[in-house]
């Protein structure tokens, strides 16, 4: 099935912008994952209620559509990476679980100041109002509940029904951690995006909240890892992690634990991290 030079067009478009080198862990510089997932996009773009939603959402809050299309990158990869079945349905999830918010009045969801308790209680209202428009529209029950349950929490703090953590899906768990991660990377028009090494620290520290599974294959799926982590490289030595910095977030300073020697991988990839070992 050749992807439309429409479809090809938007998927550039929309993909432009949004990775600044390591925000998907450098797969999009990579030709068969970018044309892997343009053919994901363009197959679910043939489906009409897709792309008319997905066209909604473009319409009524362009912030909102670019973290969609943002998280339905970043988790078809990781869906990929785990080799999940049914990775085109967990994609439509993903692609429209926040099309709870065309049902959100424009002026409450772009407010630059923080909203009153009644405003608070309307935009939290999108996630059963996406459960609603994506039911009518026939999708299946996976999609529905992504839609549903991505602000809910393993420890029951989340919204809109405070679920335990034996309700929770993993598709929704991976997805929870994704969209805190793509909301705090993303530029907004008022709010500055923080960098892919800051947002996986931020991450870790909601470790309990969301998956801790998750968060750190998603840690190892980036190629970010905290400080003090044992890790292999790739020429069988053990090292434990110093320190990275914003800009070479996946080059981090380490130290061989049998030489002591302190070195920063090196940029050109001949030495790299090939697992992590100790649990977070
Ligand atoms: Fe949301």
Request: one cysteine or more.
């Amino acid at each position: 099935m050749p992807i439309s030079p429409e479809d090809r067009r938007l998927f550039l478009k929309n993909t432009s912008g949004l990775d600044n080198g390591f925000r998907a862990g450098g797969k999009l510089q990579q030709p068969a994952y970018y044309h892997w997932l343009e053919y994901l996009f363009h197959s679910l773009m043939k489906d009409q209620a897709v792309r008319q939603l997905f066209q909604q959402l473009a319409a009524w809050d362009m912030y909102t559509y670019r973290h969609s299309f943002d998280v339905f990158l970043l988790g078809s990869l990781a869906a990929h990476r785990l080799e999940w079945p049914n990775i085109r349905e967990m994609a439509c999830g993903l692609l429209l679980h926040d099309i709870g918010k065309t049902a959100i009045p424009r002026t409450v969801l772009t407010k630059q100041t923080s909203p009153t308790v009644a405003e608070w209680n309307m935009l939290k209202s999108h996630a059963r109002q996406g459960y609603s428009i994506l039911k009518d529209h026939g999708f299946s029950e996976l999609i529905s509940s992504m839609a549903y349950r991505h602000h809910e929490r393993l420890d029951g703090s989340g919204y809109p029904n405070g679920v335990p953590a034996s309700k929770l899906e993993d598709p929704v768990r991976l997805l929870s951690v994704l969209d805190v991660y793509s909301a705090l990377s993303l530029n907004r028009p008022y709010l500055r995006a923080v960098s892919p090494l800051q947002a996986v620290q931020l991450l870790q520290k909601e470790a309990g909240s969301l998956d801790p599974e998750y968060i750190r294959f998603f840690c190892e799926f980036l190629g970010i890892f905290p400080a003090g982590s044992t890790v292999q490289l790739t020429n069988g030595t053990t090292a434990v992690i110093i320190g990275c910095d914003d800009i070479s977030s996946t080059l981090p300073l380490v130290r061989d634990i049998r030489t002591h020697e302190t070195f920063y991988l090196p940029v050109d990839q001949t030495l790299r991290i090939s697992r992590w070992i100790d649990p977070l």
